[in-house]
């Protein structure tokens, strides 16, 4: 499954092609909400000339299936609260069962985006292991699920009907449902409306006349997506501030899995497991995370299904490569709430897995386009052969713990 330094490069040629001539439409697609002051939030390390903006993107979307009108449908699936449309590009014959990739729900979790284009070029090229992919399986990808928050840049949508966000809420448990920007009129987390049926969704529990439906256009789009597509999987790609690794650490488990007279365990922990910020770990920072579907709901086979694909992604990230440092990735703290796309979308019959690409500086954009790149196709490949299926679930133990939190990055929880 090593996939060549060059195939990467090569798939993102397009890329570089646009991104010179691509910096007149960068600031034009800055500059449209005139209305929105939020455009002003600093980029801590980045401006918008260094990735692929959305225009770049569309354009690059259009380009490839102009280019292989045999293989490759581009789709707008929806719009943005502020009504950019929502793209999907899918590479493959309309016979075979198909896989997913989404990316970038959060608007300033950069390079998830390139590497996802990545793979749909690669997926072109006439590679021998694109063509086993694509004998098999078709491949769909939403490279950016948030293109308004993209253009800010920040972590919601934009909206200005949002509320403020409940001081209850955090990502490890529901409060009133209110997932929010700090301040009101601001947007949404996306990734916290990810209950295909909403009548499930804290929000609506809480508020069912102020929201009888969702209230995040992005995330209903995605839903509908897969209600049309019907994936047997679905990889939610995204960006996380840094961590050391612990390879010392046990985890217990989800809250509702362990043993009710293991009294430590319990009181530890409320569903997560939180970095211990009072070990370093061995000093070795993790490149990324992952986790699969923790929600007690979630059919077994399904939660079986995504820690396969954990483990066939991390084999092949970790393989040794002497281009690129090493790699490392850890099982990401994260928790049991059902709208969070790794539960939501397994609670829906689908496979789901977070994965999470460490933070680090404009310099390594390409080590981390790089990562969901080999990361998707090491997955579709495994689908595609069978060997996913021979996957040993139990493996997923061999992730190691995130330790401290080292903070390289302003954190960016899942
Ligand atoms: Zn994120």
């Known amino acids: 499954m090593e996939l060549e330094k060059r195939d990467f490069l090569k798939a993102l040629g397009g890329i570089a092609a646009l991104t010179t001539a691509g910096s007149a439409s960068a600031r034009s697609d800055r500059h449209t909400d005139d209305d929105f002051e939020l455009e002003d939030f600093a980029r801590a390390y980045l401006n918008n000339d260094d990735v692929l903006d959305n225009r770049e993107l569309e354009t690059l979307l259009h380009r490839l299936e102009n280019e292989n009108p045999e293989l490759v449908t581009v789709d707008q699936i929806g719009q943005s609260n502020q009504g950019r449309p929502l793209y999907s590009v899918s590479v493959g014959k309309e016979k075979n069962p198909s896989v997913l990739a989404i990316g970038q729900q959060h608007g300033d979790e950069y390079f998830m985006a390139e590497g996802l284009l990545a793979v749909a070029q690669f997926l072109t090229s006439g590679d021998p292991r694109a063509e086993r992919i694509l004998e098999n399986r078709t491949v769909h990808l939403v490279p950016r699920v948030n293109p308004d928050g993209f253009v800010v840049p920040h972590r919601y949508n934009i909206d200005p009907e949002a509320p403020e966000d409940d001081p209850e809420s955090g990502i490890f448990q529901g409060g009133s449902g209110i997932f929010a920007a700090d301040e009101p009129g601001v947007g949404w987390d996306i990734n916290r409306y990810n209950r295909h049926d909403w009548t499930q969704h804290e929000l609506y529990q809480n508020f069912p006349e102020e929201y009888p439906e969702n209230p995040v256009p992005e995330a209903v789009a995605i839903h509908a997506m897969m209600d049309e597509v019907d994936p047997e999987w679905v990889i939610d790609f995204h960006r996380m501030g840094s961590f050391m690794v612990d390879y010392e650490s046990e985890w217990p488990g989800p809250e509702w899995a362990r043993d009710d007279t293991d009294d430590d365990a319990e009181d530890e922990t409320e569903g997560f497991v939180p970095p211990d910020p009072n070990d370093p770990g061995d000093g070795y920072i993790g490149t990324g995370a992952m986790l699969w579907p923790l929600h007690e709901d ?23 490569d002497d281009e690129l440092r090493r790699v490392e990735y850890v099982r990401y703290p994260g928790g049991t709430y059902g709208g969070i796309a790794r539960n939501g979308h397994a609670l829906a019959g689908y496979g789901s897995v977070l994965v999470e690409v460490a933070g680090g500086t404009l310099g390594d954009r ?17 689908t595609a052969d069978g060997s996913l299926y021979t996957v040993d679930t139990a493996r997923v133990d061999e992730l190691p713990e995130a330790g401290t939190d080292v903070g390289i990055e302003e954190d960016g929880a899942e």
């Open 366 to 382: 390409l080590f981390r386009a790089r990562q969901p790149f080999d990361a998707m196709l090491a997955a579709a490949e495994a």
């Open 298 to 320: 979630v059919d077994p086979e399904i939660r079986e299904l995504s820690k396969q694909l954990v483990v066939t992604m991390r084999d092949d990230l970790i393989e040794p």
